[in-house]
Every structure is written in C-alpha cells, then in structure tokens.
C-alpha cells in the first residue's frame, strides 16, 4: 500500500515587527532646547527631532534584494523618548532618543535574511523624492535615493537629517541587516547618522596687530567673511560620502555675513559653525573643497577680497560624515588673491 505524506509549504505570513529608529544626542534636553557640542567653547547647538521617517525593509530572494515593505512614519516630537543607549551601534551609556513602532512585514517561512534603511528629518522631503517611492523595486534604487538640498528650507535642516550609512558594518555585515533563522521575533533597530558635516571655524588677530598707532593701515581686523560654493544640488541619502560635482563650482549656495562690518565683537576672534554636504570634485577626488571669501579693515565687496579655499583630506570610502575644523590667525591685511590650504 502506497502512503502519500503532504508536506507542508510554506506560505507568506505577515507578522507584525517592532521597529526602533535611534538618534545620536549630545545631552537629554528636549526639543529645540540647546545642547553644547564638545570641543565648543562658544556656542550650543538647536537640533529639532525628526517627524518623518521614510524606512525600506529589503529581502533576499534568489540571490537578490526586492523591497518587502516601505512606510512613512509622521511622528510628534512626544513619540521620542530620551535614554542611554546599550548595543553594538556606538558606545554604552550615550545620550540617545528613540522611538518604536510596530510594521506589518510579509515573511515567507523562517528562514528571511533581510536589510532595512531608514531616512529621517524634521520637515518632508520634496514633492520629487516622495512620488520616487512608488518606483522602488531594487536595493540599488534605494541606495541610489538623493534628496534636492537647494531649497531654503532643507539647507536649513542639514544638521537635523539622518540616514543609515550603507557601508556601516558591525560584525562584519551591514549594521541594518536581520534574519529570522534563529528565532522566530525579529526586532529591527537602526542608528541613524548626520548626511552633513559640521564645518567649525574659529580666527583671531594677533594681540599686536589689533592696533597699530604708528601705521594704522597696518592694523588688522577681519571685517567681512562668508562661505561660498557649498554643496547645492541632489545629494544622496544613504552614500553620505559619495557626492560628486565634475568642477569646483563657479556658484553654489552660499552663507554671507558670518561676520560682517558691523560685527564690531567678532573682527578680532570669534567662532561660528554650519552644516553642509560634503563633496569631492571629479579629478581632485581625496579632497572635500570649502571657500571663504574674507575681507579685511572695512573693505566692502566691491574692493579687494581674499579668497580662501580649504581642501580638507577625505575618504569617500568613510561612514560617516567628517567634522571640518578651520583655525586662521591674522597678522597682516588681507590682499586681494586666491589661497588654496590643504590641510591634513
């Protein structure tokens, strides 16, 4: 007698997963409260918490990543909860924020080796970037995302933009990785990262050139400074450091009056930072390029300026943004010409 045993198939199953996004935090203040960054004498920093999170959640399917799911989370700043952070993603016992919420993933069977990314911000991303979503099939789509940093209101939220690095590997896989071979739960937690970096300048004039009786023209006192040709077009999300332009921009988007002739507290020393994205010009590749456009003593733009570009050293291959430090000191005018500093 001949006895037919069914096996049984696996089918699709949708299992509700919890889903934690983590943010880097310098100190547990709340919303727009400031938080002093180490290293900073001078200044604190306002960070607003993200209310949109755009997450991707991939799988492995014959040798390649298709999309699983994709969501939009809206979030009030009250989801995010402040805490000390334990795990593998950075240093036990950080200041952190994060918030969980549960998503609905189809898994077919127990054995789903997965990838999640996640983007997050305080205002929503372009109208563009948000209808591209619908078109997502491929890891490679998703890793490709860039997000349009020339408007007013997302240069003004560089420094509030996270995503998950894609060469950020703990373990050595991906950070963002999970799979489900071993326990029957999976709970998917991401750190999140800065897409900009934080550029910090701080000059000062040397004590006997402040004033100088005998020969005041000799005298010296930084009266105008702005930065100019900073990254201004579509920048990626997930390749923090992969941002490319084929020339160093002629025009770009640019933050004028960091210091300007009414400034009378700042033409000796001072300090002041911003965020931009950072970008490497196609045949100068190792180099992140930023200039300054000074001027010395009162001199207006229309008169002689001092242009200043500083190549700060980079790796694209990095995780993470750099943090750019710029220190001049001043002994003498300026003169009208162009500099070109590479620093180490």
Request: net charge negative.
């Amino acid at each position: 007698m001949l006895v037919c045993i069914a096996c049984e198939r696996e089918e699709p199953m949708k299992r509700e997963i919890p889903f934690t996004i983590y943010l880097p935090a310098e100190t547990m203040v709340r919303h727009q409260s400031p938080r002093r960054v180490m290293g900073d004498p001078g200044q604190t920093e306002r960070f607003a918490l993200p209310n949109y999170i755009y997450l991707f959640v991939f799988w492995k399917q014959e040798d390649e990543w298709r999309i699983m799911a994709q969501e939009e989370w809206r979030l009030q700043d009250d989801d995010w909860k402040a805490t000390r952070y334990t795990g593998p993603l950075m240093s036990e016992g950080d200041s952190i924020y994060s918030v969980t919420k549960r998503m609905n993933i189809m898994l077919v069977g127990n054995n789903v080796q997965g990838r999640t990314y996640a983007i997050a911000s305080p205002v929503p991303l372009l109208t563009k970037f948000s209808e591209s979503l619908g078109s997502i099939v491929t890891l490679d789509d998703v890793l490709d995302l860039k997000i349009d940093v020339s408007s007013q209101e997302i240069q003004d939220n560089l420094h509030n933009i996270y995503t998950t690095p894609y060469n950020y590997e703990v373990g050595g896989q991906y950070y963002g990785a999970f799979d489900n071979s071993v326990q029957y739960v999976v709970n998917l937690d991401l750190m999140l990262y800065h897409i900009a970096s934080k550029v910090d300048i701080q000059w000062s004039v040397a004590e006997d050139k402040r004033i100088n009786t005998a020969d005041p023209s000799q005298a010296v006192r930084l009266t105008y400074m702005e930065a100019r040709r900073l990254f201004n077009g579509w920048a990626y999300c997930f390749k923090p450091m992969r941002n490319t332009l084929p020339a160093l921009p002629s025009s770009g988007y640019d933050i004028p009056d960091i210091v300007s002739p009414g400034d009378e507290g700042l033409w000796w020393e001072g300090r002041t930072y911003f965020y931009t994205i950072p970008y490497t010009v196609e045949g100068d590749p190792n180099y992140f390029p930023l200039q300054l456009r000074m001027g010395t003593n009162g001199s207006t733009e229309a008169e002689a300026q001092y242009y200043l570009t500083l190549k700060q050293q980079v790796n694209t291959s990095d995780v993470f943004v750099p943090w750019i430090r710029g220190v001049f000191n001043f002994n003498q005018p300026l003169e009208d010409k162009s500099e070109t500093r590479t620093t180490p």
